[in-house]
């Protein structure tokens, strides 16, 4: 068991996994989603490979409306 | 046009389409997480004919600013938008004004820069700052006419005056936006008279009584203040000067006085 925080809120995953596998569990849409961990951009080519691991600080972001 | 504060999507869609705009400010925020119900706002634009600028609103650091750029960059690329290496740099010093970081803007900008952005770069209307961030690289300086949202007008509009002198001797193609504080129509044909090359607003459409018939005010108030600009307006004279031919007026003048007087 592995403890990461996405977006601020403490989340529980079974074990280290690859980006594209914390997508699934924590279930964001996956249309317009940048990630970032530990204050650095994941580009999309990497979800694959890039492991999430213990203590990771998680970023999911999208587009909103703003000025 | 900015895309936020709209009642709903359809709305802010229907705004944009009467402002003629083909470049919308975007916000990038944490998505909702264990939510697959909510609308994104992506869905809601024409991404063949609008290029996406996404801002680094609501930062007050250089290093959330870089963050929150670098994150919108990463979206756009795999939309493929224009917009991609575009950011609205906006670095906030104070919650309540709105005012920007002057300091915090200029570190961001330049590292932003740096790194492959067009930086489009909000800022007040100080002239020094804003030649600060042109030496830096910005793409384009946006200065403030008033606080963000608080739809005063063009405030100062002799600072505005120096920037769009400063930015643009020997560089007359430099892109100076006035940015933040619009409130209705003629602020922004005020904006385009002085020269300024563009005008980014959000509250004063999304926010008036009928956004979709304000958008399309704007639209003829830039049309209007860009073509005025061109055109060159006249000097101002303290007297009047006749429209019509004074030879062959049939009046007479019952209090005296010459053509010259």
Redesign the interface.
Known sequence: MIKIT????SVELDDSMTVEHMLDR????P??????VN?E?V??EDYTTQPIQDGDQV????????? | MGTGRYDTMTQMRDSLDASGSDCVTVAVRRERLYDRSGQNILDFLDLDRCTLLPNTAGCFTATDAIRAARLGREILKTLGNPGADWVKLEVLGDSKTLLPDPVQTVEACQELAADGFKVLCYTSDCPVTAKRLKEVGAASVMPAGSPIGSGQGLLNKNNLRIILEYLKDGDPDYPVIVDAGVGTASDVSEAFELGADGVLLNTAIAHARDPVRMARAMKYATLAGRDAYLAGRIPKKLYGTASSPSEGVISTRPYGGSENQ
């Open positions: 996405v977006n601020g809120r924590v279930d964001v849409p249309n317009y989603l940048a990630v970032e204050a951009v580009p999309r970023e999911l972001v999208t587009l909103v409306g703003g000025g």
